[in-house]
């Protein structure tokens, strides 16, 4: 999958990462751990100075002998008792987690305590904590959401710690896009081309971790993996089935059951529904453990009249028809070898929305219950984000295309969402 290189690396200071720090600054100690010079040997900032704007002007566009993180320290950051008070402080909350984290909030909390904190992941943990609050509240979430369905899965205290570093560490690369595409509203809500800045974050949150810390190399790939998806669907790889790791696929759903409920459905069994509706995009291993906890919680309530959600399931019904003819009519002039491989992926994922479709029942005439309505809602609400998924997907997978393939492209994706919300 084409998904667009980042445009700064390590050499350089990262625009979107020094504001964040800096403005961590105002109410954090983050100092100089060493000289910081510039690839000539330019000394730019003295060791133990405390970061400010003037140090933001002397790194404009200067490259780096030694990258800018490995050169900062955040002195009262993050630490293992910190982490072990935020993590003690989330499980205390009644959430929709409460019933996947709480029989494991003892073990989580040690496990906290244990974690390696290297220096590069607490001064970038640091500075979204004070920047960023709702971006370190998520990491929190995932490192207890993957560890708990570690432990549950019996794993090993080497294989829970790993889980538990990947889900806290997961989200760093989000600091070097700009916070405009950020993943709280990014995946539902972001047009394509807003969507390729997002698409990087994985892709630089691995790098970061593997070039500038000491963690395992399964933490980096699995950062790297953490939106993949069986099927090929995710980004920004488009990897299949045996290509993502075990841990790449425990922390690829956590991060899709909390990226449901931190858009508007803070509820597990909505998650659950979001885990299951297409066959073969997650590992069912670790979908079942999240699906048995939501079937002890309140069931989900229902936004629309039974009526307007049989209409939009005829809409969508209608819309899946149309995307499937639209795809194999281009294809079928297709020559251009990324026009024609992205063609093939589309065909491959609207085939494995139809069977979701299918599975569902959703296709069976009749009028939907009012007992049945709030699963019905929410199984046709992810149907249809999933057409938006296959869109980006296959735009992503084409790449640059000639004028004439770009435009045919463009115009059966931009067909693939309009025809089920019209």
């Not at 504001?19 to 100690?29: G, M, V």
Request: with cysteine.
């Amino acid at each position: 999958m084409n998904a667009p290189a980042p445009k700064t690396g390590f050499s350089t200071a990262n625009p979107h990462a020094l504001a964040t720090i800096l403005e961590a600054s105002q109410t954090k100690s983050i100092i100089a751990s060493r000289d910081i010079f510039d690839i000539s040997g330019t000394k730019l900032w003295a060791r133990d100075m405390p970061v400010s704007s003037a140090l933001q002007r002397k790194l404009l566009d200067r490259r780096l002998r030694h990258p800018l993180e490995s050169c900062l320290l955040a002195e009262d950051g993050v630490t293992s008792v910190s982490l072990v008070k935020a993590t003690e402080q989330m499980l205390a909350r009644d959430s929709a987690l409460s019933a996947v984290l709480r029989p494991h909030a003892a073990r989580l909390m040690q496990e906290a305590g244990h974690l390696p904190l290297h220096p590069v992941a607490q001064l970038l943990l640091t500075a979204g904590q004070a920047s960023r609050p709702e971006s370190f509240e998520h990491a929190l979430q995932a490192m207890a959401l993957n560890g708990a369905l570690m432990i549950a899965h019996g794993g090993g205290i080497a294989e829970l710690r790993v889980a538990m570093v990947c889900g806290l560490l997961h989200d760093l690369g989000e600091m070097y896009i700009d916070p405009h595409y950020g993943e709280a509203d990014a995946d539902r809500a972001l047009d394509f081309q807003s969507y390729q800045h997002l698409v990087v974050h994985p892709h630089v949150g691995s790098l970061l971790i593997s070039q500038l810390t000491n963690y395992p190399a399964t933490v980096a790939r699995a950062i790297a993996e953490h939106h993949e998806r069986l099927d090929g669907s995710g980004y920004p790889h488009g990897l299949r089935s045996e290509q993502v790791s075990p841990q790449g696929r425990l922390l690829a759903v956590t991060e899709a059951a909390l990226g449901v409920m931190r858009n508007g459905h803070p509820q597990l069994a909505r998650a659950s529904v979001a885990l299951r509706v297409v066959p073969g995009e997650f590992d069912l291993s670790w979908v079942g453990r999240i699906s048995s906890a939501a079937r002890v919680q309140p069931a989900l309530q229902a936004r629309l009249t039974a009526e307007a959600i049989q209409h939009r399931i005829s809409t969508l019904d209608a819309a899946l028809q149309a995307a499937q003819d639209r795809v194999s009519e281009l294809a079928e002039s297709a020559t251009a070898p990324t026009l024609v491989d992205a063609l093939g992926l589309a065909q491959h994922l609207l085939r494995r929305l139809r069977t979701g479709w299918y599975a569902s029942g959703l296709w069976a005439q009749g009028t939907v219950s009012a007992q049945d309505a709030a699963e019905v809602e929410a199984v046709e609400d992810e149907l249809l984000f999933r057409l938006r998924t296959i869109q980006r997907a296959t735009l992503l997978r084409a790449g640059e295309l000639g004028p004439d393939d770009a435009q045919r492209l463009q115009t059966l994706c931009d067909g693939l969402v309009a025809s089920a919300t019209d």
